[in-house]
């Protein structure tokens, strides 16, 4: 934030709560990006992702990826998975408080094939490589708790 104060975090969650209202539904979502084989030394890939609730970041995180990708869409399915992760740990802590989540919740990733994937659409048969990450993703939409949505990488301000 000290070198980019041009990217400031605004904690202006949406919504009223007036702290009794248990029939209240909190929304979590997220956002994941990677860059690609960023790292020279090894070429691994960075994830980066953000996790909201009702509107207000509540936990980020950009780090290495512990294995090398073989495909853009690899790196990308790393970094979902990563935020599904989170928003999953959100989650748990909303209902271990005895409030309740709105489901599905969002995921925002800009890699066409990644959102491909993890919806259950084909994209060809050169993604074996991925494919448990791939069949993580789609049980967590078959069972209705998330909802992949692509978005272009300029509407992840």
Request: hydrophobic fraction near 40%; charged fraction near 25%.
């Amino acid at each position: 934030v000290v070198a980019t104060p041009e990217r400031e975090l605004f904690l202006a969650p949406k919504g009223d709560w007036n702290g009794k209202d248990f029939d209240f539904e909190f929304k979590i979502s997220g956002k994941s990006d990677s860059d690609y084989a960023k790292c020279k030394d090894t070429s691994k890939s960075i994830t980066g992702c953000v996790t909201y609730l009702n509107g207000a970041p509540v936990m980020y995180r950009s780090s290495r990826q512990k294995t090398v990708s073989l495909s853009v869409t690899e790196a990308e399915m790393n970094a979902a998975v990563t935020l599904i992760q989170d928003i999953l740990f959100a989650c748990e802590i909303v209902k271990s408080l005895g409030l309740k989540v709105k489901l599905p919740m969002k995921a925002a990733i800009d890699n066409s094939g990644t959102v491909f994937l993890a919806n259950g659409w084909s994209i060809g048969g050169r993604t074996r490589h991925v494919e448990v990450k791939t069949n993580f993703l789609r049980e967590m939409k078959e069972t209705g708790m998330f909802e992949f949505q692509w978005i272009s990488t300029q509407d992840k301000k």
